[in-house]
């Protein structure tokens, strides 16, 4: 199985059972504290579990073969089930999130301070760091000499997406300790309450960035740039090829890439190709004289010409994918 298609795979499975665990934690000490700051955590969690199940679907559909209906393969599935994935943090994490946090500064309620709490934040903290850091790997080992700015507006959406979504959960955690800890030192519940309004903040912000990064690659996103630099250098250096009039490039899966460009050829080139084995000048004083002769050399250039374009086509092509095997698809149109 090629190790674009399954890229952000650990990450993710990773992140399910751990958030799953956390889950059930943040929920028992919600209701056993009352606290609008673990109740925002546990719905943070729950989100984030079946968010990232949805991934662990997009990965699985993306592997599927082309056929008639899909002639360049399923990769985009894994943009289209993380754009749902991010929509869900969104709607439920922040949305309910926010819902409570708002709720609760309305109608204040005293939370109840047990060890529970605590603890389970304790758990949650050391389960999130850890699947944060598995993240983190994966992203330093794709792009390893890379700045992290740089690591993160080229990372693989599923990737990015548990990386975003752990870190705002470990800083979810944080942010509800300090919260319910504030409530319970000031006897102020309203301190729980915009802890849990903070933590719908931190979640929209992930939805939105997820969202932007899915749709760029749903709509047929280019390739890297400097990846196109290279591919036109590579056709501009052979022989038959005058100049490159037109590129254009598609993302159709992570690492799986299609490019069509327009070119014009040097008939020059190919035409010392085509009769490199036997001099001009004795061709012609084969024909000259002889209009027979002259309309037969005619027909055999005309036949040998789009033979060896085709030849040569073929040739780029392959010198192409053996460079850059991410390049699947390629289409090469004579201007």
């Excluded at 943090?89 to 204040?108: C, D, K, L, R």
């Excluded at 603890?119 to 794709?142: C, H």
């Excluded at 849990?196 to 996103?221: D, E, H």
């Excluded at 022989?239 to 590129?247: L, M, Q, R, S, T």
Aim: hydrophobic letters at 50%; charged letters at 20%.
């Amino acid at each position: 199985m090629a190790i674009q298609h399954t890229a952000g795979f650990w990450p993710v499975a990773a992140a399910v059972v751990g958030n799953a665990a956390v889950m059930v934690g943040k929920f028992a000490a919600a209701l056993a504290s009352g606290s609008s700051s673990m109740f925002s955590e546990a719905v943070h969690s729950l989100a984030d579990t079946l968010n990232q199940a949805l991934l662990l679907v997009g990965l699985r559909r993306s592997l599927k073969k082309a056929d008639e209906s899909f002639e360049y393969g399923y990769g985009r599935e894994r943009f289209f089930w993380a754009l749902i994935s991010a929509c869900g943090i969104f709607f439920v994490g922040a949305g309910i999130t926010a819902y409570h946090g708002i709720t609760s500064f309305i109608h204040p309620e005293p939370v109840e301070f047990t060890p529970l709490v605590f603890g389970v934040l304790l758990f949650a903290l050391a389960v999130e760091s850890y699947t944060f850091y598995i993240a983190a790997s994966a992203l330093r080992r794709s792009f390893p000499g890379a700045a992290w700015l740089e690591r993160l507006s080229r990372a693989d959406p599923m990737t990015l997406s548990v990386y975003l979504e752990d870190a705002v959960a470990v800083a979810g955690v944080c942010i509800a300790a300090l919260a319910i800890g504030a409530s319970y030192y000031t006897g102020n519940p309203h301190w729980d309450a915009g802890g849990s309004v903070v933590i719908s903040l931190f979640l929209a912000a992930t939805a939105v960035t997820l969202i932007m990064k899915n749709r760029s690659y749903l709509l047929g996103r280019a390739i890297p740039e400097d990846l196109q630099d290279e591919v036109v250098k590579l056709l501009e250096a052979e022989p038959a090829i005058e100049k490159v009039i037109d590129f254009k490039s598609s993302v159709l899966g992570w690492g799986v890439y299609r490019i069509k460009c327009e070119v014009e050829w040097n008939g020059g080139a190919l035409l010392r190709e085509a009769y490199k084995r036997r001099s001009m000048k004795e061709q012609f004083e084969e024909v000259r004289g002889d209009f027979g002769e002259f309309k037969r050399f005619l027909a055999d250039y005309a036949d040998q010409i789009p033979r060896l374009m085709g030849k040569k086509i073929d040739e780029i092509e392959k010198r192409i994918r053996e460079k850059h095997p991410t390049i699947w698809h390629i289409d090469i149109e004579i201007n």
